[in-house]
Each structure stands twice: as structure tokens, then as C-alpha cells.
């Protein structure tokens, strides 16, 4: 039997340094620690989080890594878990999506709580982050079709990269870092039903889970706990399993040639990423044409099968929780249009059931496009037509929405979001310590330091 793609992947893990790595690379990789740590206190204060902080805080064992907004030393695991809940839990963090869609930054709190365990430096940090988005973004590129449309939700691909940026952080050679892979790939498989039709807690919970079992298996690894080499492309491994067609060599060609991270996207809205260019879309037009809810007689939306299948099925016009709600495309153009921005305080419980955004629910009409599906992944296209009462129709088209890397946001609104989302548990003091640790992270001394940063001022 030949090298299993596994080897060449740990191999790269393991010797990963912060040397090398380009400088546009490293600012990147500040950029989503910068976002994640907005997002994760943030979601410091959802109820999801609270449960979680509950249930946990009283099976957890104690230990080097912090709990962010709590505050609490927890063992690795725990707090690997925690901190992805939070910043996955208002789905505002990162986006890729190929084949398949991810949130690579789910991956960082894997980073961090193994981090701290090894007495690890902000450049450790930086590899770390780096690494994640790498692999984490090759996986979304290697399946074809992609496995979410085979009913598998992308958390799948999740338990294979985590455990090379736990197993990288807590610095094993590559032969364990390989074995973490086996560990974690050959238990986690997630179903496409924390995604599809009426959504739970769970929607924001099952990558976190990923990313936790990418813990362990660093964890086991280290203490020389085995696992199978050929977990992708052996006898029953993901390939054999899920089926084809895949092209493996994603995964590995031109390592440390050019860097993942610096195609990944940005959330600009706590939505469903595929509809962030039609909420653009309408967005642009109610304010360019001061169109008024009631002025409005229906709004049609051109765009992809998938983002029909997903954002657009019966639940989605009458959502009840904060996950439907972010996953539905008649109440986020709903609320788009009511109050002109969609926003985390268009997701609390009165908002979603706000009369005058329920109203606007049925207006909304999703039609699937071949030719934009022809077009997907290199655009999102959406069109939208708004159609006012007196027979006047508006529309605009989106390509890419605000956050695509060919539409960034800057620096500065990446600091903004992050202050928008910290306010409340942060004072602004201890907001201002964060950002200038994050945008001078090769110069900490141990991610630590940047951890005891983040415990709730209020």
C-alpha cells in the first residue's frame, strides 16, 4: 500500500512555522482571530451558549485553557467546545464555500485552548490559524459533488482538520498528528439534518462538536493512542464511505506555495451565507428608491437550487427560533426591507415574530436559475426584482456580497463589527487591549496573555 493522503497532510502540520508564511497570509490570519473573538463574545450571551456554560461548567474538569466571557481554566477539551459554540453560535463568522460550504473559524478555538496548554507564542497561534483554514478550505474543494449535496453536513470535513491544528499546536511530530486525523475522521461523521428543514440548537453545535474532536484525538495521539492511516482514501474510509467522486490531490498540491486563507470570506451579516447577495441586493434598492414595506408588492429572487432548497422550504416562511430565522430568506429580506439592516438585533425572539416583518413573509418569491447555477461557485449571483404597488419593479443584481474576498471589509470595519459584538461584555477599554494584541500577535509571548483579555468586564 502507497503513502496515505494523511502523511503528506500531517507532515505539512507538523512542520508549519510562522517564518513561513507570507506576510499577507499572517495579516489575514489576524483578521479572523479579530472577528472570531467579536463573534465569540457575542455569543458569549445567547442562550445556546448559557445552556452550554451550564451543563458543562459541572462536568468539566479543570486546566490550562480559558473559557472566553467566563473566564473560567478548563481542561482543553471543554473549553475547545465552548469557545467554537460561541463563535459559531450567531452564524457571523467566516465563510468558504467551494463543493462544499465551511466556517474555518470554527477551528480556532482549537488553536487556542491547545495553545495555552502548551505554553504556545501568538506566531504558534498564527500557524495555527493558518493551518485550519488551509485544510478545512481544501476539504470544501476536494468532493465532487460536494458532500452537503449527498446530505452530509460539512462538520464531517471539520473532524479532519481540526486535529491538525490541535495536534500542530500541542507540537506532536507528524507520524501522531497523522494518527489525531485517523481518530477523529474514522468517529465524526455529521448528518445534513442539522442543517435542512425546521432548525435547532444543533445547527451552530455540530461543527463546534468537530472541532472538540479534533481535541481528543491530539490529545490521545500524544499519548501514543493509534488510529488509521487511510481514514480518507482506504478500504471504508470517507471516499469508500461517501462515495465519489473526489480528486485527493487538493488536498495536498502546492502546500506553503500560496495560502487558503486568503480566499476566504467574511460575514458582513449573522446569516446563512448564501444569502448575503440577495439581502445586498435588497438592501440597495429599499434605500435607493425609499421603498416603504407597504409600497411593496412582492420581492422575486433569482439564484441557486441549493440556496432555494435550504433558505426557502415551508418552515422557512414561518420561522420561530433565531436558527430558522437566519436560515430563512423570506425573513431576512423581510427584515431587510422593515428596518433596512439585518443585523444580531434582528434575531431576538420579539423581533422574529415583529408583526410588521411577518407581514412581508409571503411577499418573498425564490426562484432557482440554471444559468446561475452554472456560474456558482465563481459567483453568488442573485437577482432581485422588487415589484411596488402602481406596476414600478427595481432591480439589482449581486455577483459577490460584502465580506467576498474581491469585496473585503477593511480593517476598520472588521474592528467595528468586532466592537458592535464585544459592547456589553467588554468595556471599551479592554476592547481597545484586544484588538492591539490580535493586530500585534507575533509579538505575544503566549496566547494566554491574549485569553485573559477576554473575560467579561460586565
Not at 472577528?35 to 458569549?44: E, M, Q, R
Not at 432548525?199 to 468537530?210: E, I
Amino acid at each position: 500500500m502507497g503513502t496515505c493522503v494523511t502523511e503528506p497532510m500531517a507532515r505539512f502540520a507538523a512542520g508549519l512555522t510562522f517564518e513561513r508564511i507570507s506576510k499577507s497570509a499572517v495579516h489575514q490570519a489576524k483578521r479572523f482571530l479579530l472577528d472570531s473573538l467579536g463573534c465569540a463574545l457575542g455569543g458569549f450571551r445567547q442562550h445556546d451558549v448559557r445552556i452550554a456554560l451550564e451543563v458543562f461548567g459541572v462536568t468539566a474538569g479543570p486546566g490550562p485553557a480559558t473559557v472566553i466571557g467566563d473566564g473560567r481554566k478548563m481542561d482543553p477539551i471543554t473549553a475547545s467546545l465552548l469557545n467554537a459554540l460561541m463563535v459559531r453560535v450567531m452564524d457571523y463568522n467566516d465563510i468558504y464555500w467551494k463543493q462544499d460550504p465551511s466556517h474555518p473559524s470554527d477551528i480556532i478555538p482549537a488553536a487556542l485552548a491547545c495553545g495555552e496548554r502548551a505554553g504556545a507564542s501568538g506566531r504558534d497561534l498564527i500557524a495555527g490559524i493558518v493551518l485550519g483554514h488551509e485544510f478545512e478550505q481544501r476539504l470544501c474543494e476536494a468532493a465532487f459533488p460536494g458532500i452537503r449535496e449527498r446530505g452530509w453536513h460539512h462538520a464531517t470535513l471539520t473532524a479532519f482538520a481540526s486535529p491538525l491544528v490541535a495536534g500542530r499546536m500541542l507540537g506532536l511530530p507528524w507520524e501522531r498528528i497523522q494518527h489525531a486525523i485517523g481518530i477523529s475522521g474514522s468517529r465524526h461523521f455529521t448528518l445534513g439534518a442539522a442543517v435542512a428543514g425546521k432548525l435547532t440548537m444543533m445547527k451552530n453545535t455540530v461543527d463546534p462538536m468537530a472541532t472538540q474532536s479534533g481535541v481528543v484525538a491530539a490529545l490521545l495521539a500524544e499519548k501514543g493512542y493509534t488510529g488509521p492511516e487511510h481514514v480518507i482514501e482506504g478500504k471504508e474510509g470517507m471516499v469508500h464511505c461517501l462515495g465519489p467522486a473526489w480528486k485527493l490531490e487538493v488536498l495536498t498540491e502546492g502546500l506553503g506555495e500560496s495560502w487558503r486563507i486568503e480566499s476566504c470570506g467574511m460575514k458582513a451579516y449573522p446569516t446563512e451565507a448564501l444569502t448575503h447577495t440577495p439581502i445586498s441586493a435588497v438592501l440597495d434598492l429599499v434605500r435607493r428608491h425609499d421603498l416603504a414595506p407597504d409600497a411593496i408588492e412582492k420581492v422575486h429572487i433569482r439564484s441557486l437550487a441549493r440556496a432555494a432548497d435550504i433558505l426557502s422550504d415551508p418552515s422557512k416562511y414561518d420561522p420561530r427560533t433565531k436558527e430558522t430565522a437566519d436560515h430563512s430568506l423570506p425573513y431576512v429580506i423581510a427584515a431587510a426591507v422593515v428596518d433596512r439592516q439585518v443585523t444580531p438585533a434582528q434575531f431576538t425572539d420579539a423581533k422574529i415574530m415583529d408583526p410588521a416583518i411577518r407581514a412581508q413573509l409571503r411577499k418573498v418569491e425564490m426562484v432557482a436559475d440554471p444559468e446561475i447555477e452554472k456560474l456558482f461557485p465563481a459567483l453568488q449571483r442573485a437577482i432581485v426584482t422588487i415589484h411596488a404597488k402602481g406596476g414600478a419593479q427595481h432591480a439589482c443584481q449581486v455577483d459577490y456580497p460584502k465580506g467576498d474576498p474581491r469585496n473585503p471589509l477593511t480593517d476598520a470595519e472588521v474592528e467595528e463589527k468586532f466592537d458592535a459584538l464585544a459592547a456589553g461584555v467588554l468595556a471599551p477599554a479592554s476592547m481597545k487591549k484586544v484588538k492591539d494584541a490580535v493586530w500585534g500577535a507575533e509579538r505575544l509571548g503566549s496566547i494566554a496573555d491574549l485569553m485573559a483579555l477576554l473575560r467579561a468586564d460586565a
